[in-house]
């Protein structure tokens, strides 16, 4: 039965990179099948976001959540892998949204629809660090930017809330890289 992994964390923390390092590991040391997916998923939903920017925080859950409609109808195709890596999922939305001021509650309402993820990594590094990271990021919007700070403040309220497994995202990606494969060796595979 395959299983689902979400890694959050702000931009800048380095969750397409442990992805991809996940992916490579998992299939070379454990034999295992693996997919990584990201959201924005929607080549078209991505434009969308990139015209209307970081102004309109609830049509950016409303766009976030289409677009999530369209990942969750392709991923409930795939029957060949054991284990779908996801590159954000929904807690990006109450993590980010919920920091620009929408109702949480909400946020969360609207992305109930969603399958729940088997295990959740939230990647946890210092603003300034972040910020460093993120110079070409193709959505680094002024205001998305100025809400880092609270952004994060919401996903580690959201770890407690759901039992995410935090990583110290300021360290080496090979020491990230261990620190997950531990993670998840014990508490899903």
């Known amino acids: 039965m395959q299983k689902l992994i979400a890694i959050e964390g702000i931009d800048g923390s380095g969750k397409t990179t442990l992805a991809n390092l996940l992916k490579e590991y998992l299939e070379s040391k454990m034999k295992l099948n693996v ?12 434009k969308l976001i990139e015209k209307i920017g970081w102004n309109d925080p609830i049509l950016l859950v409303l766009l ?6 369209l990942h969750v109808n392709w991923l409930s ?3 060949n892998a054991d284990l779908i890596i996801l590159d954000r999922y ?5 993590a980010y949204q919920g920091a620009l001021g929408v109702d949480e509650k909400w946020i969360k309402t609207v992305n109930s629809y969603f399958p729940k993820p088997d295990m959740v990594i939230l990647l946890d590094l210092p603003i300034e ?3 460093s990271r993120i110079k070409n990021d193709k959505f680094n919007f002024e205001e998305k930017i100025k809400s880092l700070a ?11 809330e759901y039992n995410f497994y935090i ?11 261990e620190q997950t ?5 014990k508490n899903l595979i």
Not at 35 to 46: K, W
Not at 150 to 159: D, G, M, N, P, S
Request: proline share 2%; hydrophobic share 45%; charged share 35%.
């Open 150 to 160: 609270k952004v994060r403040e919401k996903y580690l309220k959201l770890a407690k």
């Open 35 to 46: 997919i990584v997916t990201r959201e924005p998923f929607s080549e078209d939903i991505i």
């Open 64 to 69: 976030f959540a289409a677009d999530r409609a």
């Open 181 to 185: 494969i531990k993670i998840i060796q």
């Open 167 to 177: 990583v110290d995202a300021n360290k080496d990606k090979n020491e990230v890289l």
């Open 129 to 131: 660090v972040a910020i």
């Open 90 to 94: 929904y807690f990006s939305s109450i």
């Open 77 to 79: 195709k795939i029957r």
